[in-house]
């Protein structure tokens, strides 16, 4: 079993204890969808036939909570490290140091701009709706279980980077630091402080 499926049976076993309030369910229940990953998602950005060299092309991975406190996570191409830029720019000096195909770039690019594909943008690999609500002082009465659900969320997340690790080269990842006092959460945040390659 998996860091982050434990997490969520724990969750799961602290609500079936007592009544459980409609916004601790709805994290609940965006924790019970593989917390908001898009195993599709994931799957064509790992497809080789999606990519211009033959092995690991590199990528970042940005986090950001957006004006609806929802966590997003998107991947970019390492080659543009600027993530106000789309992942579908490939206005680079040379072209031949994308590592990926450009019609897959200009998919991603054009899933994320208004009149583009209905559903989330196609480099968004995690969206967490209200994930600015695990924080358990809001919650007096389900503390442990908001507990267990961002703990569930952090593991999930790192779950989500190894696995991309094990076919890209991830060179950056937004951190996602949970700030305790002594053994008990009190809130947490994202950090672009943490610079990993991943090989």
Same mark, same amino acid.
């Given at each position: 079993m998996k860091k982050s499926e434990e997490f969520l049976a724990q969750a799961r076993q602290l609500a079936e204890r007592s009544a459980v309030p409609p916004g601790v369910e709805s994290l609940l229940w965006e924790a019970q969808n593989d917390f908001g990953v898009n195993q599709q998602k994931v799957d064509e950005l790992l497809q080789a036939s999606n990519w211009a060299i033959p092995l690991r092309p590199k990528v970042v991975l940005y986090a950001q909570i957006n004006q609806r406190s929802n966590l997003t996570v998107r991947w970019y191409p390492a080659l543009i490290v600027d993530p106000a830029i789309r992942a579908g720019q490939t206005e680079v000096d040379n /072209?031949?140091?994308?590592? @990926?195909?450009?019609? @897959?770039?200009?998919?991603?690019?054009?899933?994320?701009?208004?009149?583009?594909?209905?559903?989330?943008?196609?480099?968004?690999?995690?969206? @967490?709706?209200?994930?600015?609500?695990?924080?358990? /002082?809001?919650?007096?009465e389900q503390k442990g279980l908001v507990e267990a659900l961002f703990f569930g969320l952090k593991a999930r997340y790192q779950e989500l980077i190894d696995e991309l690790a094990g076919s890209l080269e991830v060179t950056y990842t937004t951190g996602m630091l949970p700030k305790l006092k002594g053994r008990r959460l009190v809130g947490w945040k994202l950090s672009d402080d943490r610079h990993e390659a991943r090989k």
């Open positions: /072209e031949d140091a994308l590592e @990926f195909d450009r019609m @897959f770039l200009a998919r991603c690019a054009a899933s994320e701009t208004w009149g583009g594909a209905p559903s989330r943008p196609l480099n968004e690999l995690l969206w @967490f709706r209200d994930a600015l609500s695990l924080r358990p /002082e809001l919650h007096e």
